[in-house]
């Protein structure tokens, strides 16, 4: 799958007030705004064009705007987001997805989808039921997947400690591979997928992003970046540290098509 554009919304003023279990402490503004620019000078490395979105100092947590749509195969699906918090954020980032894609699609009430909770893999989705993505939600999306052709697993995340969304704790790494922490090695759901399996002491590191043949990986996981390098895939390391403390990883910072 080749991607030629992502979008993306820079932290806000309101950034440090935006959900977290992580317990990491305070996320510092200056440097996550740091860290977002070499994060969107990785994917122009990349060859994508970068759409920035405004700040919103409305909604603490938009910076984490792939949670607002699920974009693939020329298919667009707005979400609504699990968290009431950040319901508000689909309505803002909707002209920027409308100007690439008329009439997209939406998960419609009593389904909720957070798009961390959506794993595109080839020609096959996996999609996350966890506490922000429910069964309905992640049946409709399986549903408007199949009209493109897609097949979907839906993968039962919720219970798994510390987890928040599937892609917290796997990423496709192209073909057959995908990276799977502890909890998903042995699961059904990914029998006949070859696993790159990521050690416990790195779990963060599993939310890796597969762009155009390079993967970003966040710093600090030298195991992990050593096994996808071992691949034959380039790595662009990435600092996420301020991200990190609000439970957000790479996926999360773009929408990427
Ligand atoms: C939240 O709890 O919604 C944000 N603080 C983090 C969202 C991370 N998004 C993602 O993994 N796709």
């Not at 689909?90 to 909770?117: C, H, N």
């Amino acid at each position: 799958m080749k991607f030629t554009r992502a979008i993306v919304r820079p932290p806000s003023a309101t950034f440090t007030d935006g959900l977290t279990t992580a317990g990491l402490g305070p996320p510092d503004l200056p440097r996550a705004l740091a860290q977002h620019a070499a994060y969107v000078a990785a994917l122009e490395a990349c060859g994508l064009a970068v759409m920035a979105l405004p700040p919103d100092d409305g909604f603490p947590d938009s910076t984490f705007v792939e949670d607002t749509a699920v974009l693939a195969r020329g298919l667009a699906v707005l979400c609504r987001p699990g968290a009431p918090s950040r319901a508000g954020e689909v309505e803002a980032v909707r002209p920027a997805i409308d100007a690439f894609f008329p009439s997209p699609a939406a998960i419609e009430a009593p389904g909720t989808v957070d798009g961390g909770d959506v794993c595109e893999a080839g020609d096959h989705v996996f999609i996350g039921v966890s506490e922000r993505t429910n069964g309905e939600g992640a049946r409709q999306l399986a549903a408007l997947l199949a009209t493109r052709g897609l097949g979907s697993t839906l993968v039962d995340v919720r219970g798994i400690p510390g987890l928040l969304h599937l892609k917290s704790g796997i990423a496709w790494l192209g073909g057959r591979t995908l990276a799977l922490t502890e909890p998903f090695v042995s699961r059904p759901e990914f029998a006949g997928w070859s696993p790159l399996r990521v050690p416990p002491e790195e779990s963060y590191a599993a939310n890796a992003v597969l762009v155009n043949g390079r993967v970003l990986v966040a710093t600090g996981f030298p195991r992990f970046e050593a096994a996808v390098a071992a691949l034959g895939l380039p790595t662009l390391p990435l600092d996420m540290s301020e991200f990190r403390k609000l439970d957000g990883g790479l996926s999360c910072l773009s929408l990427r098509f």
